[in-house]
């Protein structure tokens, strides 16, 4: 499946965006989605994920629980993250990856998902 991430910008704290990822290429409802991101000079950070057909699993960093809500539409391909309140600490490149065989107990592991998009930067000024 390829993917690609659109909707990042700069945004005052407090702020909201949303960031969306479309998919083709292979039958996108099979596949677990997630939302990484990576500040500068930090190490990917998992986000949120939701899982694919058959199960219904959605997964949040404690870091935007509350704030951020991740969402999928099997039907147009895409998943979504509605970021709101955000904080000078959100800043970083988003990246949305999927995985097709993606258990739920390693939804929130970066290092499982086999296919990645190519990132979208999120600025968040205070």
């Known amino acids: 499946v390829q993917l690609q991430a659109s909707g990042g910008g700069l945004v005052q704290a407090g702020g909201s965006l949303r960031l969306s990822c479309a998919a083709s290429?292979?039958?996108?409802?099979?596949?677990?989605m997630g939302w990484i991101r990576q500040a500068p000079g930090k190490e990917r950070e998992f986000v949120a994920a939701i899982s694919g057909w058959g199960r219904s699993a959605i997964r949040y960093a404690d870091s935007v629980k509350g704030r951020f809500t991740i969402s999928r539409d099997n039907a147009k391909n895409t998943v979504s993250l509605q970021m709101n309140s955000l904080k000078p600490e959100d800043t970083a490149v988003y990246y949305c990856a999927g995985d097709r065989n993606l258990i739920v107990g390693l939804m929130a592991n970066p290092n499982e998902y086999d296919h990645w998009g190519q990132g979208t930067l999120v600025t968040v000024s205070s």
């Open positions: 290429g292979d039958t996108f409802g099979r596949y677990t």
